[in-house]
């Protein structure tokens, strides 16, 4: 097993809450000094991992808090822990019983998770069929986005400051919050605002207060500064129990036109575009939603990630043929690519889990692999340097994010199990060096983790020698093309010692 420093804990160091700055990445640099468990996602991954993988007890020791425990050479998470007294699947069971209409695993695909702690929601959520991407600030608690991604749960370093998120308009069906120390009514209700942006037309905002709190006149006021604005924002309270609430955000935009022009906040103008997110602060204004109803009208899962979406015809884009067609046409693709790959490479004897596509175009790998029955999660990345497919693979019930691979991604080192690019390398050569991208793959890559690179036959000589460099075990192959092709294969492995 290596033994892996912690110098390098995160790829920025960003100020303010806000997202990583990017910093210089130090080439070769892979200091050892903690012995690093590979076999991590076994049967009990989710209840359990290695303390070598994260060797940080400032959860354990903050008494406060029952998140985890360490027992010898594992840390160990209860079922729920402080933030859920009786258990993630009782507060679970207790939310679709206020509200059935939720309906998780069907109508509820996918979930945020704000403050997510060790990502207990996101882990119980799995067993019912609902992917929920967790967030949670680099803070006092700094290794909870860690834990939780060495769990096997989808999870990143964001929060809610003064950028939006890097998620697009209309995203999650359902956005919740327990405990997670925001002030939503602070600042004109601004950040509250954002969650309305994120959340999809007819979607659900889940709210819960600290219990031992709710009879305190401080959360009395705060519920009322709550009420008072979700109320002016158009959300509808459908239930609350205890310290409980869970509103609904309107299928349309009827109610905000409705109100008194004098109501604040007031809608954003026509020219706001709630999809571009990098780098773009949050606006103090409703997010107006689409006359045409994309984003509401989404089928259930699992129907939902085979059938184009909508908002599929928003998607900037050269195009000689219909967008369906290219959509249909891409989802063909890699089912027949993933499938030779598992016959193969024999990819289901890998262990995947947490994987990465990091040019995800509409997720049809990702849905190739839901297809295949591989016991992963992935998370799609799509480029700024291309075109916003991100409301489309959200529509499909798929998760992912909006990054510049010339920074760093908002992640923690070797959280990864399997990197896969596709003409990633091609595209971004003109805005910065192959070799920035390469050593932050090899940042977020597990040791024993596996790569996969898709690319041009005349940039991946460059490609070959930085990873060898970096100590990578590599392959390379002509495509099923043949090799005159324009296009190679390159595997690779990052070896464990």
């Known amino acids: 097993m290596p ?22 990445l130090r080439s070769w640099e892979r200091p050892w000094w903690f012995c690093y468990a590979t076999d ?14 994260v060797p940080h007890t400032r959860l354990v020791e903050d008494k406060g808090q029952n998140w985890i425990s360490r027992d010898h050479d594992k840390f160990k998470f209860p079922d729920g822990g402080t933030l859920f007294i009786h258990g993630a699947n009782q507060y679970l069971d207790q ?30 959520l799995f067993s019912r069929n609902v992917i929920t991407m967790s967030i949670a600030p680099k803070d006092v608690h700094e290794n909870q986005i860690q834990l939780a991604l060495e769990r096997g749960v989808p999870a ?9 998120l890097p998620y697009p308009n209309q995203a999650f069906d359902l956005i919740h919050c327990s405990r997670c120390r925001i002030n939503w009514t602070r600042n004109d209700g601004i950040l509250l605002l954002e969650v309305n942006r994120l959340l999809r037309a007819g979607g659900y905002f889940v709210w819960a207060a600290q219990p031992a709190d709710k009879h305190e006149e401080a959360q009395q006021e705060a519920w009322k500064d709550m009420d008072d604005l979700t109320s002016r924002i158009c959300w509808q309270l459908v239930n609350k129990e205890g310290y409980i609430a869970i509103w609904q955000k309107p299928f349309n935009n009827s109610c905000y036109m409705g109100r008194n022009s004098e109501v604040q906040p007031h ?19 409703i997010t107006r939603l689409p006359e045409n109803g994309y984003g509401a009208n989404v089928s259930s899962w699992p129907a939902r990630l085979h059938e184009p979406p909508q908002r599929l015809q928003d998607v900037d884009m050269d195009a000689y043929t219909a967008k369906n067609e290219i959509f249909k046409a891409e989802s063909r693709y890699w089912n027949e690519t993933v499938e030779s790959f598992i016959r193969i490479f024999r990819w289901k004897t890998l262990n995947l889990r947490n994987v990465m596509d990091m040019r995800a175009g509409f997720g049809g790998f990702a849905a190739a692999l839901i297809n295949q029955k591989i016991d992963c999660w992935v998370m799609n990345v799509v480029p700024i340097s291309g075109p916003d497919t991100l409301p489309v693979i959200y529509d499909r019930g798929l998760i992912g994010v909006t990054h510049d691979w010339c920074e760093p991604f908002d992640t923690y080192p070797r959280t990864y199990d399997f990197l896969h690019a596709s003409g990633l390398f091609s595209r971004e050569q003109k805005r910065c060096n192959v070799s920035v991208i390469l050593l932050e793959m090899d940042r977020i890559l ?33 495509t099923a093309e043949g090799p005159f092709a324009s296009r190679r294969i390159l595997r690779c492995d990052k070896p464990i010692s």
């Open 446 to 478: 597990r040791p024993g983790g596996h790569v996969y690179i898709r690319d041009s036959k005349y940039i991946m000589g460059e490609i070959l020698d930085i990873a060898q460099a970096m100590g990578w075990r590599t392959d390379l192959r002509d």
């Open 3 to 24: 033994c892996t420093g912690l110098q390098m804990v995160l790829g920025g160091g960003g100020t303010g809450g806000d997202r990583l700055s990017p910093q210089p």
């Open 95 to 124: 939310i679709s019983q206020m509200v059935p209409e939720i309906a998780f695993g069907n109508r509820t695909r996918v979930v945020l998770d704000v403050g997510c702690g060790v990502a207990s929601f996101g882990a119980f």
């Open 156 to 164: 990143m370093v964001a929060s809610f400051t003064t950028q939006r």
């Open 40 to 53: 991590v996602f076994l049967k009990f991954a989710l209840s359990q991992v290695w303390f070598s993988n």
């Open 267 to 285: 809608v954003c103008d026509s020219e706001d575009q709630p999809n571009t997110v990098w780098y773009v602060s949050q606006k103090a204004c």
